[in-house]
C-alpha cells in the first residue's frame, strides 16, 4: 500500500454549478461569425464571456461531469478507479449509440452504411480495451485500500454495458432483472431485452438478400441468448463463396467477426488484469470474480462466423 496518500486539488465550488440533466441554452455559430471573431481577436482565443459559464462549458456541462468524481476512502488508487469506470461508462454508452444505428441500417438493408457505422463501434472498443492500460497500474494493496467501500457494486449492474450485449445478441433475463426497480432505466433495458440484436438483423439481411436462413433464426425468442443455428452458418458459408471487395454480405460478415474479435481483446484484458489484481477472490457483487470474467472470455456473439472457419 503506498505512503503517500491522495490529496485532491478542489477545482471547481460544486454547490455553483448548474446540475440539470437538461442541455444549457446556446446561440448558434456561422461561418461569417467565425471569421469576424477571428479578426477581433488577430487569430487569438476568445477569453472575454458575459455572465458565469462559457460556450464550452455549457455545450457539454463539462462542470457538472468533473463535479461527479467522489472516492470514498483514504485509498490513493481509488481516483484512478472512479475515473475510468465513468470513462468507460460514456465509451459503452458511444459504443451503443453506433451498434444501435448500426442495426438501424441493416434493417433497411443499407449495408454499406452500416459498415462505415460499425468502423467506428470498433475503434470505441480499441478505446475501451485501452482503458485496461490505466487500469492495470492499480495493484493488489492499492485495490485493498478501498475495495471495502464499494459495498455490493459491480460492474456487473453497469446497464449501458447490459445495452451493449443485449444489442449484440447476448441477451440475459436473470441479468437484465436488476434493473427492475429502476423506473428511469428498466423499460428501455426491457425493450433491448425484447428486440432483435444486431446479428438478427445481419441474419435477415442476408436472407433477403438470397442466402436462404430457416424460420428458427427469423423468427425466434429475442429475449433468448442466441444460440448457433445450422441454416445461419450454411448462408454464411455460402456468403464466403465469393470473398471478394465487391461482395457486401461477404464485407458485412468480415466487418462483423472483426468486431467480435475485437471485443474478445477486451474481456481477456479485463481477465487478466482482475486476475492480477484481486486473485480468485469472489466479486463484490456476487459473482465468482475473476472465474466469472474467465468464463465469459469463451462467448463468441457472432458464432457461425467463427464456426465456418472449419470450412473455407
Known sequence: MPRYKPVFPNLIDSAQVHASVDPRPMSKGSAAERAENTAKTDGA????????????????????????????SEGYDEMSFFVMG???????????????????????????DALVILSRASAY???????????????????????????????????????????????NKRLASAHKNLPHIWPAMEEALNAPSLYDEAIAAIHRAGFEVGETALKRDWSETYSPNPSVRAAWRNVYD?????????????GLIALDEKISFYRWRHFTSVHKIIGYKPGTGGSAGVGWLQHVTEHRFFPELWEIRNDL
Open 242 to 254: 465469393a470473398p471478394h471487395s465487391d461482395n457486401i454480405h461477404y464485407q458485412l460478415a468480415e
Open 45 to 72: 482565443p476568445m477569453v472575454e464571456f458575459d455572465g458565469h459559464t462559457n460556450p464550452y462549458i455549457d455545450y457539454q456541462s463539462i462542470d457538472l461531469l468533473l463535479s461527479l468524481q467522489h472516492p470514498r
Open 125 to 171: 472498443v480499441d478505446y475501451i480495451t485501452g482503458s485496461w492500460d490505466v487500469l492495470q497500474t492499480i495493484t493488489t494493496e492499492g485495490f485493498n485500500a478501498f475495495r471495502d467501500h464499494l459495498s455490493t457494486a459491480s460492474g456487473q449492474l453497469s446497464f449501458m454495458y447490459r445495452h451493449v450485449e443485449f444489442i449484440l445478441g447476448n441477451k
Open 86 to 112: 465513468q470513462v468507460k461508462e460514456l465509451l459503452f454508452r458511444g459504443l451503443h449509440f453506433e451498434l444501435f444505428n448500426a442495426r438501424e441500417q441493416l434493417r433497411q438493408d443499407q449495408i454499406s
